[in-house]
């Protein structure tokens, strides 16, 4: 082998780690094509034969169509409502200097700060006051406002490294606050915006203890994840059809990674050095 190309004690190293990452997720997959008691007598060895029968079978009867439709809706609406609202709080907190700002900014991230533990319970009991349990309106409504924290976080830092004298010279021009907002200011927002997408949408669409608190028992507003951990109890566990609906509700967040990975580590480096 060329000394070029050889690959060093580290790049081994690195290698195995990222292999046994990897396991879990390829002891999913192929278990997910076994009966029941194989998948418990073998459950390392490869299935004896690929059969998407179980996999059509989680198709059907796990209702798997109204649960998707329900993770699409709550992923999409959350995170658009993120990339419409935080970007105007953070270029109004960035941009306007009163004694006020830096409070108000330490109020909005301190969410962040505190582990979600800690407050659940007290979130939810604000849902129940609301009447906001059990309501796709409700869980939507949550999720923004845990997701909007983080968002003006990062959007804030970017802000601060974009010149002002591109607005004062809009300004000058005659363009008004909005227009210089929408027209001069968004569009610069895009590497940080393009991250703020990405991550959202994957703790969206991976969410399983918000939707458990605020949706509850309702089998109609459930997204993937939450009707997945309800496969399994203390009494029983439905591996069959469970692995089977893992595999798919991996797929779509795995392909938006893939395609949009380089795109997180941009736009966190660009905001990093911004702010």
């Known amino acids: 082998m060329d000394k070029q190309h050889r690959i060093s004690p580290l790049g081994w190293l690195m290698l195995a780690f990222s292999l046994f990452w990897l396991m879990p997720m390829l002891l999913i997959l192929i278990n997910s094509f076994k009966p029941y008691n194989d998948m418990m007598q073998n459950f390392l060895a490869f299935p004896a034969s690929l059969s998407f029968d179980k996999y059509v079978e989680t198709w059907t009867s796990f209702g798997f169509p109204l649960l998707l439709g329900n993770t699409l809706l709550y992923t999409i609406v959350s995170v658009a409502a993120v990339v419409l609202f935080a970007p105007m709080a953070a270029y109004k907190l960035a941009r306007i200097k009163t004694r006020y700002s830096s409070f108000v900014l330490v109020l909005i991230i301190l969410p962040m700060m505190v582990p979600f533990q800690a407050y659940m319970i007290t979130l939810t009991r604000l849902a129940s006051m609301l009447s906001l349990t059990g309501t796709r309106i409700g869980y939507i409504c949550v999720t923004i406002g845990l997701l909007m924290p983080l968002a003006v976080f990062m959007i804030h830092g970017f ?117």
């Not at 458990?212 to 566990?237: C, E, H, K, P």
Request: glycine share 8%.
């Open 159 to 275: 802000i601060k490294g974009v010149p002002l004298e591109l607005e004062e010279s809009a300004l000058i021009d005659g363009a008004g606050p909005f227009r210089c907002y929408f027209f001069i200011v968004l569009p610069l927002l895009k590497p940080i915006l393009t991250t703020v997408v990405v991550l959202d949408t994957l703790a969206t669409w991976n969410d399983v203890i918000t939707n458990q608190l605020i949706v509850g028992g309702n089998a109609r507003a459930m997204n993937l994840q939450n009707a997945l951990y309800l496969r399994f109890s203390t009494m029983s566990s439905d591996w069959e059809h469970a692995l089977p609906g893992i595999v798919m509700s991996m797929i779509p967040g795995l392909v938006f990674f893939v395609f949009m990975q380089k795109n997180i580590i941009s736009g966190i480096t660009a905001g990093a050095v911004k702010g």
